[in-house]
């Protein structure tokens, strides 16, 4: 007798898509698979892409939407070695790039994800190669550490494993969502001072509880020459471009001589643009962010147990309300949106 | 009595501001000084630009124009330990840049170059701060070695000391100017794959003889569709970008995931553009790239003699020709423009 | 009808445990393995412990040895995506370590190697997972081919992927073993200036030959003075230490400040050492080499077409002279032992 | 009428070598150079080693040991225009390092410090080149400042410039002197897990309050087998040598694979040594580490000030009392040995 299961799914991409709770079997992990009794889901923008356009994917229906889950193993194919029945895993959103460079080329970048290439795991089981799974951290709950692989590690590789940054650097996050929380956190964290700018005193006044030095408002004035106040001229370490578009040339404009500006935008539809001078002169590094791979994510995780970080969450919803929760995305978060099941 | 000599001066900015040669008396090289005899000068795009704008620079006058020259130890101040009379040197662009990070902050970029902010090199004799100059390298004669302070070292700093560039490696430099040039042969001479856009098939053959393994003409169609052809679409690894503006966004498009692109372009009037989705997604570094420092440079030096690089040079004028040596600037260059005493 | 083959195989580890010509079937490639028809194989001094002491490896008898082989395609199994028919491999030789950091920990460090841990490649077909394989170079025979993965990339990972060495640097290799030459003729060939040390003029004129720039002879004096005297006491940049024990002394000595010493030599019954001093104050790197990982072995492939080099064979064997192969071992060679099929 | 000062002096070098307190005139600044007003003095082990063997250095009498100082800048000379009267400052252990790579060469190490190479500051005043001074950090007073040229720098130089340490990463710290508090403090600042060995409980009691996470008895028994059991058999990312002789046997088997072994430790009569195979197989780096570049020394200023790290004094001396601090030298001391004037 096959035992069954819930699972959200899409029959078609559009605006409107319906997001549907259907049935259908547990499956079965083959040999080297894990199957993962799934506890919690974080969501991301690029979640409404996905349901909205397919972002250009090969897309498989019934389609299964989200790429970060959080879960308990509850059973092991054959010739699986790392994990065993009961361990707390936590998913990764390129399943195969392991360490060093990913796969792809210039005209077909790498972009094998959850949620998107592979099927993704808005389901009360997931069946997945032991290869896919990193160990969660222990002092997270499941919904926290549903938040890693995308947000949360897209914010640690930027900063950490690209940017390497150290005491008494200066890095600045811009807004308030799940990555650039994460950003402000890494870096207070790391002893770095950290910047944010946002719109309206409340954010920034959550922003600074959350261990920021500074929070600039966007909506008073150049928050460029806020920086260069702040700093002296000095500008800052690294810059966390999320904004996209002609904002591009305002991180020029602020960043010091040889820092960084890390962008981890949304995908469709925009263009960077910037002035070549500050470009030139300064010569900073901006480098595009795609998640990472999975060894910063065990790096991470193993952070996150010893500084204590704990993910941001505006709202917990319940599985019976996937709806809510993307209606959620379209209003933008403070933090974190997930699913618990 | 003091010895005269004669060097080239503006005595106002402006786009027909007058090059006069004029007389002064050579100078006594102070503690820590060093009188060169200048043999060759090489001019920059950048001469141009100042000479007709002043790019924003507190320009002195009489204002001596041009960065880098080569010549010969006449004197040494005292205290002077690099130097002595009868050595081969060079000046180095940035001064005041010797290792590491430059100076400089966020609103003041370092910019404090011989032909700027401080006065330049169109002179029979020149006297400069020890640490200022770098030994000339054996194989190159006096009118190659002045080409090296600025377009020389532009190309190597991005390729090799930024780029860490390797044997096997893919690069494209685009159009035949003078640090293009230089790129393509530091990367033939290191087994790289050298890939040069320009436009005809006249200076794509020169190229090719200087190394290149591939030339596209920038007139007969895509060149980004050319780059996929040829790499089987894997795209560069490292792009060398001049032109600045919209192009930008083609070498996103054909950068190879995890790539480089040199952003080495004029700095007045342009901005830079492309699209977010290959910039996340390939995750290449963008860097900006201000010449570079002198370990740099004395690394370079020592590497032209061991790989036997010889700088192409369009046309060497007379020290009395150096109004028509400034014309040639308008009209671009195969290579450097040089001007020998 | 089951289709056999032959293959060499020990039934015990010992001095002269011996080395036997077997017949058994040809493999069948699982889901996701290459069936490999072998063409050459290369040997390392490690397969000679291999066989005498077992090197502490969980051996499994009747044991295939060697860990470096080139061959064709014969036949894929399910799912294979990265090879077809025809297509000509070379093995790896750490097959799980694909990029980054590998496997293992402090107590059991990464070990799991072909001719190991997992059995070896002394076989007419072997049928590996195709993870386990990397296209051949265009440029290269079989016999050629089969000396990179261990030899060549050793060389390759500690000058290129760790030492990241540059046109002008000064590299030296002591010896004229397999990896010396690989060293060697990598550095040569990125127009490094290349010193070699070995015993006798002979040899010292055969790498020469290859495109090292000064040969010291070991038995003619201090080498380390010779250094000092050939390099204008600057030292060298890069070098590569074989021979262990004190002799790390001697290139402590004989290092450039801020230089690379990478140790590639025999793992048993050894010790380094060498004074405090200048490994203080000239703060080298000392970087212990074990070969390295796939993407660096498919960057030299890619390298090796591009700069045309040739490995160095000693002598090739044909397959039923495998106890002669291996007795060349016990003399050294110049370059590699390679054995054909 | 000149103004006098008191410093203290050798006039000859040995074990019994006294120190003199004696008088002189208070120097003028000249071109480039600053006055200072000494108001702490930090002592190393080197002192010691310089005033009983000269560790070969060109010294001249009368002597002044010691480089470490923190004062305010009394007066300025000409062209000075990084400081001005009244900042706070501390002076650099090698002032011709700025940054990058510093000078000397393979035969002549790098060794041009203060209190050796150059005169040092045990003294009321001393006149340094502008060029040799960093600003103190606002955070901590005179005697805390005084520490941090080369016991500070050192342990930043070692885990954050060369390490890079970010959080989660494991740091082992050997001993209770100033070098190892320091790396103990930056260790645990950065989120590492921070490991102390040491003899006896009270200072391991001692090294935990100040952030160490866990202490390893020398006394106890074998301490790599306890860094197994502590790491489950990971091994620990980055080691600081301090012990040097065969010790660092020890710590080739408790570094993680591609880990890292700081060697920061006595200069004199001392090899080191340990069994190739940990090296060769597990692959980490060892570095010698001399103290470190003046930008360094900037990054670490800005980051005590950020992260609130307090130096560890064992003793405050009076300036009358240096021949009381020197023989505090020879018993050892839990963190730093500091004159205040």
């Not at 009961?86 to 790498?110: C, E, M, Q, Y």
Request: aromatic share 8%.
């Amino acid at each position: 007798m096959t035992k069954t299961m819930k699972r959200w799914t899409l029959d078609t991409i559009g605006v409107d898509a319906a997001l549907n709770l259907t049935e259908t079997a547990v499956p079965t992990p083959a040999r080297g698979e894990v199957l993962v009794r799934v506890k919690a889901v974080s969501l991301n923008y690029r979640d409404k892409l996905v349901r909205e356009t397919g972002m250009g994917l090969p897309i498989q229906f019934p389609f299964v939407p989200a790429s970060d889950m959080a879960g308990v193993v509850e059973a092991v194919g054959d010739d699986v070695t790392r994990f065993s029945a009961g361990d707390r895993v936590i998913s990764t959103f390129h399943p195969d790039w392991i360490d060093g460079k990913p796969l792809g080329d210039a005209r077909n970048p790498p972009y094998r994800t959850l949620g998107g290439f592979h099927t993704g795991v808005l389901s009360e089981y997931v069946a997945l190669s032991e290869d896919w799974l990193v160990t969660a951290p222990n002092s997270l709950d499941h919904g926290e550490a549903s938040t890693l692989p995308c947000a949360g590690l897209t914010a640690w590789f930027a900063l950490v494993e690209r940017g390497k940054i150290k005491p008494g650097d200066s890095v600045l996050v811009q807004g308030t969502g799940g990555v650039s929380l994460f950003g402000l956190q890494i870096a207070a964290a790391q002893g770095a001072e950290v910047f944010v700018t946002s719109s309206g005193p409340e954010k920034l006044a959550r922003a600074k509880a959350l261990g920021a030095h500074h929070g600039i408002d966007r909506n008073a004035g150049d928050w460029v020459e806020e920086v260069y106040r702040l700093t002296n001229d000095r500008g800052v370490d690294h810059i966390f471009e999320i904004a996209g578009g002609p904002n591009l040339g305002q991180s020029l404009k602020a960043v010091a001589p040889h820092g960084r500006i890390s962008v981890i935008g949304v995908l469709e539809g925009f263009d960077i643009s910037g002035p070549a001078g500050p470009l030139l002169l300064k010569s900073p590094v901006i480098q595009g962010i795609s998640v990472g791979h999975r060894r910063a994510l065990e790096d991470f995780v193993r952070a996150i147990d010893k500084i204590g970080l704990k993910p941001v969450i505006d709202h917990r919803y319940a599985f019976g309300e996937v709806p809510a929760a993307f209606d959620h995305l379209d209003h933008g978060a403070f933090g974190k949106i997930v699913i618990e099941l």
